[in-house]
């Protein structure tokens, strides 16, 4: 009896890890082997389906998105080397302002360039996807799916 209640314990054990690997697995949805331009690609057309978008507006947008995958690319690969080198660590409160600083700028930036690309009801479109995007990653779902 031991030893049933046992192996369904290492069941169920083994069953948790197998469900927590295909999470993680799924949590970018393997973004990270896109290079910048396909990941631009596939944002700009996203966006062309859901703010019906004209030629002119999908290559201001490509440049756009070209432009923040490829620095979000960097920045990945420089996070991603000072990991494997154990160069990690916990960063201080300046610098942590310095990088929320950043952050900022960049969102600002963002915003403005979206605000100068789209017309009026495009932009307020935007602004709906974005405060979803924003409220469903606050809630830890990002990248994940979840049955309905």
Do not use: C
């Not at 295909?22 to 690609?41: C, D, F, K, V």
Request: aromatic share 4%; charged share 35%.
């Amino acid at each position: 009896m031991k030893k049933v209640i046992l192996l369904g314990l290492l069941m169920i054990g083994f069953i948790g890890l197998a469900q927590n690997e295909i999470r993680e697995n799924r949590h970018r949805g393997n973004l990270e082997e896109l290079s910048p331009e396909q990941i631009s690609t596939l944002q700009t057309k996203r966006m062309t389906l859901a703010l019906d978008l004209s030629e002119a507006q999908q290559k201001q947008l490509q440049k756009i998105n070209l432009d923040q995958a490829t620095s979000r690319k960097v920045k990945m690969e420089e996070r991603k080397s000072k990991k494997e080198a154990g160069e990690m660590t916990k960063p201080s409160s300046d610098e942590r302002y310095a990088m929320q600083t950043e952050k900022m700028d960049k969102l600002i930036s963002h915003k403005a360039q979206m605000k100068e690309l789209l017309s009026k009801e495009q932009y307020e479109k935007w602004e709906k996807m974005q405060h979803r995007k924003r409220k469903y990653i606050r809630k830890g779902n990002h990248g994940l799916q979840t049955k309905s």
